[in-house]
């Protein structure tokens, strides 16, 4: 497959190198100026155009085909594919010049990964092995870099390991990590259609991302998978719109080996590529673009609001109270954004408190049901036998619980920042995104359920618990029936001894088992009190990072905003001691800079029309402005 560079490919025609360099140069202006602030925030712009890549997540159960799915997409085995092999840490998959790879490690707990080259050939052993260890810490991660175009143009594939596993839970979340990648292929192989855990990560996917793709693998092992492939696109339309790519990663590769065009196109594997080109990398330049430029748009307006202001009180001293006066409504309403009373902070606080409320009685909720079930389930039977597989479903239903509620509450916080983000200036857009989806890690300091003890009897003990109980029968009966002249042991006696014996074994079992019971319900309570109280705690933190990063975005804008009309005004009022030989300099030097930033709007378009910048009013009507 031919290259498609990203350089190449927007919306509206400009590259990102026209917004990196109108970026950069809004960034030495600034400086310039005296507004470091703007010059800070273009820098984080800058930094986001410079990353050049956009992440595919892979995801699925264990032996679907996802790794061999990366190696037939780059066509080179990039991944460990074996019967006896499967995935235990994320392994990306990138462009590089040449073969290279390495593990990111996390040499304590908290810290941030380290990343350590390794050869090639050491790969499988690291993201095969089940808590690899290398240079003294926990491998998290691993890269491979191999030079392929398909790759070339930015698109980076994340093999994930298998979702249906419980430990996977425990040391990775798609759904945090598909928070942090720009779409997910949900792999699913042929041999049978979805099951209600793959619908359920689809679901809850799609609402984490909008850009998740369905993949069925293996359609030439398979013969019924068209068959398959309908009624997986039959489950997927009752969770959304979730395009299906039935392939064959041996075809593609067979075919990449004999060049063989038919094979390829047999093998399913150009409409998924195209799929990837035209609906993931260039969706996510556009909102890359977008992003880009609504920072682009505001800092010219912020820059350019003194450059006229003062220009105008130059050119016509007449008109200077007029203009003094609408800066001065303009800074008072950015100072009300900025207190505490402001109408955007009321409602970030206490949508925050109800957010709080709300998600914890979600949590309790879905918890207590998972309990109940547990419940219901002991008092089926003996849990004791069953107990390792039972705190196994046990771990599942709540990790599933768990995640509802984090995608739950990221979607509610998502929804409070655009109300926020409404209420304190109409058309922002660059919302701060704090991803409480992210579930990795929530359940570490949690402890395994307990185990229980199945407490089997052994022949003797039966044999002991039989007699003792018939020793009673045989009493009673024999001393009645020796009034009649019988014998202590006599035939009505020693069966009367056997239906007591057996009474009694029979209430020692029911005894026991109502023990077990009663203990293995106090060990799942206690685990899911464990659980509610770890989980409850994490919500609340997050939530509370998603209060101080909402209140710090939006604050550091209104404390922008209120600088750039407070140097507005400033500026207005500057012209009127300044000496008749010096002002004819300083317009023109006003002009220059005015035009300097016109071109720079002009440089990227796209970019917004000109506007009465940062809340002033427009000048009455016949009234020309500079």
Known sequence: ???????????????????????????????????????????????????????????????????????????????????????????????????????????????????????????????????????????????????????????????????????????????????????????????????????????QALRVSPHVSAVVTKT???????????????????????????????????????????????????????????????????????????????????????????????????????????????????????????????????????????????????????QRQAEEAIDEGDPGPVWGEFAQWLDQRVGEAVADTFVWTNDRQKWLAQEVAEQFLEGEEDIPQIEVSDITGILDPVDEIAMLDAAPLSAAEKIYIGVRGSYGGVLMVGLATSVLGLAMLNPLSLLAGVLVGRRAYREDTQSRLNRRQIEAKNLVRRYIDEIAFQVGKQLRDRLRAVQRATRDHFGGRADEILRSLTAAADAARQPAVTFTQDRDARIAQLQQRIDLLARVRRAVPGLPAESAAAGIQALPAGRERP
Not at 228 to 244: E, K, M, N
Not at 344 to 364: F, K, P, S, V, Y
């Open 220 to 370: 030439d092992v398979y013969p019924q998978w068209r068959q398959i492939a309908g009624a997986d696109r039959a489950h997927l339309a009752t969770v959304g719109d979730v395009p299906i790519f039935p392939v064959s990663s041996d075809l593609r590769l067979a075919a990449a080996a004999e060049q063989d065009r038919e094979l390829n196109e047999e093998s399913g594997f150009p409409a998924l590529i195209n799929h990837l080109h035209h609906d993931v990398l260039e969706r996510a330049d556009e909102l890359e673009r977008r992003a880009a430029q609504a920072d682009l748009h505001d800092v010219l307006e912020q820059l350019g609001v003194a450059l006229r202001s003062e220009l105008l009180a130059l050119q016509h001293p007449e008109r200077t109270p007029e203009l003094i006066a609408q800066l001065e409504v303009a800074r008072r309403q950015a100072e009300e954004f900025r207190s505490r009373s402001s109408r955007w902070q009321t409602t970030l606080t206490d949508g925050i408190a109800d957010l709080i409320a709300d998600t914890e009685h979600d949590l309790r909720d879905r918890l207590r049901r998972v």
């Open 1 to 203: 497959m031919t290259e498609v560079s990203r350089t190449a490919r927007t919306a509206s025609g400009e590259t990102p190198d026209a917004l990196v360099r109108a970026t950069e140069e809004l960034v030495r202006r600034s400086r310039e100026w005296g507004r470091d602030d703007l010059a800070e925030r273009l820098a984080q712009t800058r930094a986001r155009l410079a990353d050049p890549y956009v992440r595919v997540l892979v995801v699925g159960e264990y032996k679907q085909g996802k790794s061999k799915l990366i190696n037939a997409i780059v066509g080179a085995p990039v991944c460990p594919v074996d019967d006896d092999i499967a995935t235990r840490v994320p392994t990306i998959v990138g462009y590089g010049e040449t073969p290279s790879a390495a593990v990111f490690v996390r040499h304590s707990p908290g810290s941030d990964p380290v990343r350590h080259p390794v050869p090639l050939e050491d790969v499988a052993r690291h993201v095969a092995t089940e808590h690899a260890q290398h240079a003294g810490g926990d491998v998290v991660a691993a890269e491979i870099l191999v030079p392929r175009d398909i790759l070339k143009g930015g698109l980076r594939l994340v093999d994930s390991p298998g979702v249906g596993d419980v430990e996977a839970f425990r040391t990775l979340s798609a759904l945090s990590a598909l928070a942090g990648a720009h779409a997910m292929l949900l792999v699913s192989d042929a041999s049978q259609e979805y099951t209600a855990p793959e619908l359920r990560l689809a679901g």
